[in-house]
Nanobody, 125 residues
Framework: QLQLVESGGGFAQPGGSLNVSCKTS????????LGWFRQAPGVGREGVAY????????HYAGSVKGRFTVSRDNFKNTAYLQMNSLKLEYTATYLC??????????????????WGQGTQVTVSS
């Protein structure tokens, strides 16, 4: 069974940090690019970070650049999103996705074939 399972979400204060993980199973992660998206209530899904299959190319949304770092460990079949300097507006469900993604289209949902269920991140004072 092909699966992506996010974990590590929770509560943080503005300026704080969280690290969310995406554990994959049922497929060879080595060949897949990975993306992180977020979805807030009443807002469309937004691509926030991307890492290529080899880990040598990363992209970030402008709103998180310099605050978020995406990484992956193919031996552990896991991707990570380190989120620092959190803002109130970062509150959302964070989802990871895998696919054979065109580098220039990394933020497009339809580039990804496999999705996790998401983990809630709440930034509140």
């Amino acid at each position: 069974q092909l699966q992506l399972v996010e974990s590590g979400g929770g509560f943080a204060q503005p300026g704080g940090s969280l690290n969310v993980s995406c554990k994959t199973s049922g497929f060879n992660l080595d060949y897949y690019s990975l993306g992180w998206f977020r979805q807030a209530p009443g807002v469309g899904r937004e691509g926030v970070a991307y890492i290529s299959s080899g880990g040598d190319i990363t992209h970030y949304a402008g709103s998180v650049k310099g605050r978020f770092t995406v990484s992956r460990d193919n031996f552990k079949n896991t991707a990570y999103l380190q989120m620092n300097s959190l803002k109130l507006e970062y509150t959302a469900t964070y989802l990871c996705a895998a696919g054979f993604v065109r580098n220039t289209a990394w933020a497009q949902e339809d580039e990804y074939d496999l999705w996790g269920q998401g983990t809630q991140v709440t930034v509140s004072s």
